[in-house]
């Protein structure tokens, strides 16, 4: 399969930690400035089979498609990123082991 990967858990990605995401005020104003470029950051985030190209469909309003092109594995990216990234030692979740 070829997997689009995102950054390494922990990882700083510039386009979500600075003035992006780290200030909600400064989030929603780029989010109303520019919403395409703002939804394309997050995706960034996020490990795609296949990588979106556009952020929303608004075609059908009110049924809105967010990345309707895009496409993920979500069993990759709940599990098996966390492997890649060498935490295929640790519990998932917040489990203890006993």
């Known amino acids: 399969m070829d997997v689009t990967p995102a950054p390494s858990p922990g990882a700083e990605d510039e386009r979500l930690t600075g003035s992006m995401m780290g200030d909600y005020r400064d989030a929603y104003s780029a989010s109303r400035k520019d919403p395409d470029a703002?939804?394309?950051?997050?995706?960034?985030?996020?490990?795609?089979?296949?990588?979106?190209?556009?952020?929303?469909?608004?075609?059908?309003?009110?049924?809105?498609?967010?990345?309707?092109?895009?496409?993920?594995?979500?069993?990759?990216?709940?599990?098996?990123?966390?492997v890649d990234a060498g935490h295929g030692d640790r519990p998932p979740c917040s489990t203890t082991r006993r």
């Open 38 to 82: 703002f939804r394309h950051a997050a995706a960034d985030a996020v490990t795609w089979s296949r990588r979106p190209r556009r952020g929303l469909d608004a075609g059908r309003a009110p049924f809105y498609h967010w990345f309707p092109d895009g496409e993920l594995n979500t069993c990759y990216t709940a599990l098996d990123r966390h």
